[in-house]
């Protein structure tokens, strides 16, 4: 049987994220968001075993290696068009130091969505880089990358995700009843969400 070509075109076209490299953006004179690199898998070492981290996100313990291959893998995901993970980093050159993550996961670029991953070591909370971070991402997202709906989804029991989400202007728009198995059981899910033309804060 011969297949039939679909009437609506993808949103994205397949490879127009990965004919690029991954790019940097600078959030102020001191922060900035580029590709994790090989030297920044202490990083992942530490948020691992952060308790609110590893609750929230339900990252596993990993060693230095771990950390390293997952570095690895994050630039494998952008080539594939996966995913896009970038690193938060504060200070410059002996004094640069990775203090967070920001990103975009479970693309469906033939159909315009993601969704915004994020997370701060002790180091960089306080300061709005989270909020800051997830704005500066989704503008590539929607406006250079070309996706139409970005979402954020979170425990209801993390309000300190949800101050994120919302200061970023990613609207909640419901409660998902008992959507994501935490280790102390199944939790309600905030859904937060923007799309192309919704205002910026």
């Known amino acids: ?3 039939m070509a679909s009437l609506i075109p993808p949103v994205v076209p ?3 994220m990965s004919a690029v490299p991954q790019p940097t953006f600078e959030l102020n004179g001191t922060v900035r968001l580029r590709p994790w690199r090989e030297r920044d898998a202490p990083a992942l070492v530490e948020a691992a075993r952060q308790d609110d981290i590893r609750h929230w996100n339900r990252p596993s313990y990993v060693t230095l290696d771990d950390a390293r291959d997952r570095v690895e893998a994050y630039r494998q995901a952008w080539t594939a068009e996966r995913s896009a993970i970038w690193a938060i980093v504060r200070g410059s050159g002996d004094e640069e130091r990775a203090v967070g993550l920001v990103g975009l996961g479970d693309f469906d670029l033939k159909g315009g969505s ?3 991953l994020y997370w701060l070591l002790p180091e960089g909370r306080g300061g709005g880089l989270a909020v800051k971070a997830t704005v500066r991402v989704s503008r590539w997202a ?3 990358l070309g996706l139409h709906r970005l ?3 979170h425990s209801t ?3 300190a995700s949800c101050q994120v989400a919302t200061r970023a202007g990613v609207a909640l728009e419901g409660t ?3 959507a994501l198995l935490h280790a102390d059981g199944w939790h309600d899910e905030h859904l ?3 799309v192309r033309g919704d205002r910026w804060p």
Request: charged share 40%; hydrophobic share 35%.
């Open 151 to 153: 979402r954020i989804t």
């Open 192 to 194: 937060h969400a923007r």
């Open 157 to 159: 029991a993390n309000p």
């Open 14 to 16: 397949p490879g127009r």
């Open 114 to 116: 993601a969704e915004i």
């Open 1 to 3: 049987m011969r297949r």
């Open 142 to 144: 929607l406006d250079d």
């Open 176 to 178: 998902m009843r008992s």
